[in-house]
């Protein structure tokens, strides 16, 4: 018989408002800088329990956010799953017809929305897809013109909600999160997480093989917590027990650095991309780190200058680590292994750049295209599979991409014929092609599938192809993504004209075509015509031959700023 209580997140919360009931949650938000405490937080969160509840939302129902890092969404991050339902975390900066297939595939029944997102929403909200929502919430204490309906706003929908609300019994194997992952080809897949999963990927993250957080932590977020629960930093910090600080809609690096400043945040966490945007800022501006002690640094590779340049102008740790929606998210951190004291600096920042060692109750193993393990060498190089206890076992109601992208999936399991079937053996396909060295440090050098990962947001190639080949003067078109300095790939289109055509307004089509159906920041940097794109065997276009042969010769320019991802956020 298994013992004590299930594995939920509810405990993470008691425990915090019983030991910590005055350590504080900070927030920026539109209407200032708001703050308060895990006393009045835990309220909140029972009173919009209490709501959704009355409302007759419980298990099975999905509540969506589509907001920015802030304590009312924070305040869903328990308030939603301890009423048993799920929390669907949607990415604002999707396109908008992503956006209407995944409402719709998740069946939302409650969105949450920022001030500054209403207008973005109110595009994709016009169609059918939106249909089964019930009830759009404005994150806010008043509700701007807008199409969305019915609408209210947090704070009045809230204050109708019991302080004293009791937490249901609620199942381990509960879905507590969800989140869609965009990297490949087609549709947005959704993986969801359950109760069990969220507080196993948090114990692990805990210990000190993860990336620990104490009760005299304070911890700002900057990846935001429409990415795979902010890689499940504001459930570690609530069980830590420690001070939480969220950067709101649009932070600039000056805003970033007066919130470390002010609030003394010694831990903070985001894509390459904001802290390279802190460093340049920092060498125009003044700007005192001196709290900061650790910066997680994952979602694309850490350049190593950036991992110098912290240590040493400002004496801050950098801890690169590598994961995936799929695994909630935090697979491999790049701490240094004791024993490696003989390494001098120099040898320390060749370990730190790699992505680094698998944390506490996961597996991994690599292997070659027939399957086959290959050696930890330091030098062959395979696909990476990993699972473990905060690994989904499948997509949201996909099973033929469950099918392609999990081993061991038998076709009448991935298929839901045989309910039964025994998964926790089940390997993900991470898509990561990599070389493990003999202590165990996974080192990634390509990925198998064709997606650009431009300031820590996937961009697919496929649909921009796709929608570059629909111009009738286009014979062919591949997209690929080139290294960028800042953004760590930006994508560049190789067109094939069909026929004799005027290059410069076939060019200037294609991206008004894509501007149309696509945000500013999937518009290829460069747009170079060629006469054939070159194939591989099997006739698929050769995108490594393209990146092999063009890759240093084009010229991405510099993006312009309306074409960054977060300049679509206001
Ligand atoms: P996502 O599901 O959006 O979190 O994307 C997961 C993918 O991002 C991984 O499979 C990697 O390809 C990439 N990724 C995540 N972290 C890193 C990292 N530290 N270095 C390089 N690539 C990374």
């Known amino acids: 018989m298994p013992g004590g209580a299930d594995q939920t997140l509810i405990p ?124 759009f919430v404005v994150m806010g204490d008043t509700v701007p013109d807008t199409s969305l309906s019915p609408v209210t706003d947090y704070e009045s929908y809230v204050a109708g909600g019991d302080p004293g609300y009791e937490w249901p019994d609620i199942d381990e194997d509960q879905a507590a999160g969800m989140c869609y992952t965009s990297g490949t080809t087609g549709k947005p897949k959704g993986v969801e997480y359950t109760h069990q999963m969220l507080w196993a990927h948090t114990m692990t993250t805990l210990t000190p093989q993860g990336i620990p957080v104490a009760d005299d932590d304070a911890v700002m977020p900057v990846v935001p917590m429409f990415h795979v629960n902010a890689w499940g930093l504001p459930f570690s910090t609530t069980a830590a027990g420690a001070k939480h600080v969220y950067p709101g809609p649009s932070p600039e690096p000056a805003d970033l650095v ?12 985001g894509v390459p991309t904001v802290w390279l945007g802190i460093q340049q800022y920092l060498q125009e501006a003044e700007g005192d780190l001196s709290t900061l002690e650790r910066v997680i640094i994952g979602g694309s590779a850490a350049p190593e200058s950036l991992i110098r340049w912290y240590d040493q ?21 790049a701490s240094l292994k ?55 076992r499948e997509y949201f109601e996909r099973p033929r991409a469950t099918e392609e992208e999990f081993e061991d999936v038998p076709a009448s399991d991935a298929s839901g014929e045989s309910e039964e079937q025994h998964s926790s053996g089940r390997w993900l396909r991470t898509g990561d092609v990599v070389t493990v060295d003999e202590e165990g440090y996974v080192d990634i050098v390509d990925r198998t599938d064709d997606v650009i990962k431009s300031g820590g947001e996937w961009i697919s190639s496929v649909e921009l192809e ?48 894509i501007e149309a159906d696509y945000p500013k920041w999937w518009r290829p940097d460069a747009i170079r015509f060629i006469d054939e794109i070159p194939k591989t065997a099997t006739g698929k276009f050769s995108k490594m031959t393209l990146r092999e042969e063009y890759g240093d010769r084009v010229h991405v320019q510099d993006v312009p700023e309306d074409a960054a991802p977060e300049a679509e956020e206001e």
């Open 313 to 333: 102008e400002h004496d801050v740790e950098v801890v690169h680590a590598w994961g995936m929606t799929e695994m909630s998210p935090i697979g491999t951190v």
């Open 338 to 392: 004791s024993g490696m004291d003989h390494l001098d600096y120099d040898g320390e920042l060749d370990k730190r750049t790699k992505q680094g060692m698998p944390v506490p109750g996961l597996e991994m193993k690599v292997v070659d295209d027939d399957g086959n393990e290959v050696p930890w060498n330091g030098e062959d190089f395979g696909e990476l599979l990993v699972r473990g206890p905060w690994v989904t």
């Open 466 to 513: 796709n929608a570059i080949m629909a111009h009738d003067d286009v014979a062919e078109a591949a997209v690929v993504g080139v290294d960028h300095d800042t953004w760590g790939e930006r994508p560049v289109a190789f067109v094939v004209p069909a026929g004799d055509v005027d290059e410069d307004a076939l060019a200037g089509d294609i991206q008004a075509m």
């Open 12 to 135: 993470f919360l008691w425990r915090a408002e019983r030991l910590y009931d005055d350590t504080e949650i900070v927030s920026r938000t539109h209407e200032g800088r708001v703050r308060y405490d895990y006393a009045d937080y835990a309220d909140r969160a029972r009173q919009l329990a209490d709501v959704l509840s009355a409302d007759g939302h419980g298990r099975g129902d999905r509540i969506a956010t589509f907001c920015w890092n802030h304590h009312r969404h924070f305040e869903t991050y328990f308030g939603v799953p301890g009423a048993g339902t799920q929390l669907h975390t949607i990415n604002p900066l999707l396109p908008d017809h992503h956006v209407e297939f995944i409402v719709e595939n998740a069946d939302d029944r409650v969105i949450f929305v920022d001030p500054s997102l209403v207008e973005k929403l109110e595009g994709p909200a016009g169609s059918a897809a939106f249909d089964g929502v019930e009830q």
């Open 258 to 269: 007066s919130l470390i400043e002010d609030e003394g945040v010694t831990v903070s966490a």
